[in-house]
């Protein structure tokens, strides 16, 4: 099994519909990340936790919300979604007390908004 | 923000070196990474640096770290058709990591 495990990996969905990216990790780290890729753009953070009771915004979380339901889960929200919200979307854990505090990253999921 | 810079495209022959480039922003980033992505993959950590370092290097990967400059570069030995992807560098941002927009590397038999 994956490190770190997305679902879906591919999804469609309409226009104002409400829909829950799900992120699962098996490497026990406390800190874990949302972000999305666009072509030319690299990828941006939407939102992070470092603990269960710790949520902070990144650089672009307009129109997400995410829940941390355990160490283990972190899932990302769009409460309705629109087209600009088509994306690859990554989940990312690291551990701090490795130093380097590397990131490991789930197989991505792939949004698209009609 | 301030943007972490690259090139966006970059392409070689096989079995020649690539030079992958950054610029970074910030001056009290801890350590600097090198991200490879495959088509239809997650991203995949290659190698890092830490800031007090100039260089580092692991097997055919040599990262070159000039602070004054805030450059940033990876050089792939030996360059082979497997390389084919797209490599990130980020830096350590207040604790989370800011990536570059990407590099996409093309070697070509």
């Known amino acids: 099994d994956a490190d770190v495990t997305q679902t879906p990996r591919n999804r469609i969905t309409k226009t104002g519909k409400r829909i829950m990216l799900e992120c699962s990790q098996t490497k026990g780290h406390d800190r874990m990340y949302w972000y999305r890729q666009d072509p030319g753009l690299g990828l941006r953070l939407i939102y992070y936790s470092f603990d269960v009771k710790d949520i902070n915004k990144g650089e672009i979380s307009d129109g997400y919300s995410v829940s941390r339901q355990a160490q283990a889960k972190f899932s990302l929200s769009l409460e309705s979604a629109i087209p600009n919200q088509t994306a690859l979307y990554f989940c990312?854990?690291?551990?701090?007390?490795?130093?380097?505090?590397?990131?490991?990253f789930g197989s991505g999921t792939r949004l698209t908004v009609v | 923000g301030e943007d972490v810079e690259q090139s966006l495209f970059l392409s070689v022959r096989e079995g020649d070196s690539s030079v992958i480039n950054c610029t970074y922003t910030?001056?009290?980033?801890?350590?600097l990474y090198w991200y490879k992505q495959e088509p239809g993959a997650g991203l995949q950590l290659l190698t890092y640096i830490f800031s007090n370092m100039d260089m580092k290097q692991d097997q055919r990967l040599t990262v070159l770290l000039n602070k004054k400059d805030k450059h940033l570069s990876l050089r792939i030995a030996d360059t082979q058709t497997g390389d084919s992807a797209i490599y990130f560098c980020a830096e350590k941002r207040y604790s989370t990591l800011t990536f570059g927009k990407g590099t996409m590397l093309l070697v070509s038999p």
């Open positions: 990312a854990t690291s551990d701090p007390l490795t130093g380097m505090d590397g990131y490991t």
């Open positions: 910030d001056s009290s980033s801890t350590y």
